[in-house]
């Protein structure tokens, strides 16, 4: 028989909620109360998780529902537990009190990324039920991982794992964060399966000239340097397909001083692929002024993309087909930076889904004020994932 989806529905929504209600800003993230609720939550189940300290507060959480005879590699449910601050002012409602309003929960993390962490939740436990009842017997398998500091870099998180406990990350497969299911304003679906991501990179521009008073101009004036510096890349900064934004400017120290540098710094962002160096000889070609030095002075992880012609993309999207036979399944890169670029260095096939059907304006209050997702999308995030699992990890 079918998951009973009307019980399924409440069950992930009230996860979300308390969920939200865990406060794990980062910084300094202390996602380490989210992790002890997850873990408790699945040992309810029967499910044993293990909880990996990554700092003081801090914590992975790892689950496995293992296949009696494994034929095929593991598949991994990936979400992060922390979440971006918040401007208490901006927002019309308590940002983590994860109330329901006209149909929506609202609360920091309610996309970004407690949403999906409620929906692999679940999705376990509904799995772990299935198992039970003798529907369902696992061919490879199924794999829980929740992340701490996602949002600052994964120093204690992703990173962390792959430098200190590789193994916890060993799979075939993963679903994480990154997609998107957009609502079109004709109420029409797209799934956009994420295969990749730009890479983040800090490129720094510094000015240099000759510090002196402020009361006798000169030609060589740093700042004015680098204001000319900024201008010469305005247009090439601009255009999406570089993916290249100033920052950060900084300069001077007195109002009646020339300083002797000014600074600039610029994040860039790479498809797979494409260096961060020849994006930096554009930026000294349009720049051309020697006074001026143009270096990559953070580079990002460059990994590859995921192929689009795996057996767990093809899951992905016949689960998606299987709630909305009329919804569009095409590839997607993305802009923002997730787990999965670390997990695809280490060679696992990882996809980003972000669950839920959001509309443009929705999905702009990601990292924003009144952060939301309807409710109906969460019910529809467990129904996506289940049936990729099950049909990715099913035995027959």
């Given at each position: 028989m079918p998951p009973d989806w009307p019980s399924v529905a409440s069950e992930v929504v009230a996860h979300a909620q308390e969920l939200i209600r865990l406060r794990t800003v980062n910084p300094p993230g202390d996602e380490a109360v989210v992790a002890q609720y997850l873990a408790a939550s699945l040992a309810r189940a029967g499910i044993e998780s293990t909880l990996i300290e990554?700092?003081?507060?801090?914590?992975?959480?790892?689950?496995?529902?293992?296949?009696?005879?494994?034929?095929?590699?593991?598949?991994?449910?990936?979400?992060?537990?922390?979440?971006?601050?918040?401007?208490?002012?901006a927002w019309s409602v308590p940002p983590f009190a994860a109330e329901i309003r006209d149909g929506y929960l609202y609360g920091r993390g309610a996309i970004d990324d407690k949403g999906m962490l409620a929906v692999n939740l679940v999705t376990m436990l509904v799995l772990a039920r299935d198992i039970a009842a003798r529907e369902l017997t696992l061919a490879r398998d199924v794999v829980f991982l929740a992340t701490p500091d996602e949002e600052t870099g994964g120093a204690a998180g992703m990173e962390w794992l792959v430098r200190n406990a590789p193994q916890a990350l060993q799979a075939e497969y993963?679903?994480?964060?990154?997609?998107?299911?957009?609502?079109?304003?004709?109420?029409?679906?797209?799934?956009?399966?994420?295969?990749?991501?730009?890479?983040?990179?800090?490129?720094?521009?510094?000015?240099?000239?000759?510090?002196?008073?402020?009361?006798?101009?000169?030609?060589?004036?740093?700042?004015?340097?680098?204001?000319?510096?900024?201008?010469?890349?305005?247009?090439?900064?601009?255009?999406?397909?570089?993916?290249?934004?100033?920052?950060?400017?900084?300069?001077?120290?007195?109002?009646?001083?020339?300083?002797?540098?000014?600074?600039?710094?610029?994040?860039?962002?790479?498809?797979?692929?494409?260096?961060?160096?020849?994006?930096?000889?554009?930026?000294?070609?349009?720049?051309?002024n020697p006074a001026v030095e143009v270096r990559v002075t953070e580079r990002g992880d460059e990994a590859p993309a995921s192929?689009?012609?795996?057996?767990?993309?093809?899951?992905?999207?016949?689960?998606?087909?299987?709630?909305?036979?009329?919804?569009?399944?095409?590839?997607?890169?993305?802009?923002?930076?997730?787990?999965?670029?670390?997990?695809?260095?280490?060679?696992?096939?990882?996809?980003?889904?972000?669950?839920?059907?959001?509309?443009?304006?929705?999905?702009?209050?990601?990292h924003g004020a009144d952060e939301r997702v309807p409710i109906d999308a969460l019910a529809y995030g467990v129904r996506l994932v289940h049936g990729a699992v099950r049909r990715i990890a099913g035995r027959g």
């Open positions: 990554t700092a003081p507060g801090r914590a992975a959480v790892r689950a496995v529902l293992h296949a009696r005879r494994a034929t095929a590699g593991a598949v991994m449910l990936v979400a992060h537990m922390d979440t971006v601050g918040v401007e208490d002012a993963a679903i994480n964060e990154g997609g998107r299911v957009r609502v079109a304003p004709d109420g029409s679906r797209t799934v956009l399966l994420q295969v990749a991501e730009k890479s983040s990179h800090i490129v720094t521009i510094t000015a240099r000239g000759v510090a002196g008073h402020a009361g006798v101009p000169r030609a060589d004036n740093a700042i004015v340097a680098l204001g000319r510096a900024l201008a010469a890349i305005g247009e090439f900064a601009s255009d999406p397909a570089h993916g290249v934004s100033p920052t950060i400017l900084q300069a001077g120290f007195k109002s009646n001083v020339i300083p002797a540098d000014a600074t600039a710094t610029l994040n860039a962002r790479t498809r797979p692929g494409e260096s961060v160096d020849a994006v930096v000889a554009e930026l000294r070609r349009l720049v051309a192929s689009d012609e795996t057996p767990m993309y093809t899951a992905i999207a016949d689960s998606a087909r299987a709630i909305d036979p009329g919804v569009t399944v095409m590839p997607y890169v993305s802009n923002g930076v997730t787990d999965s670029a670390r997990l695809r260095l280490l060679g696992v096939q990882a996809y980003g889904v972000l669950p839920f059907p959001l509309t443009l304006e929705d999905e702009g209050r990601m």
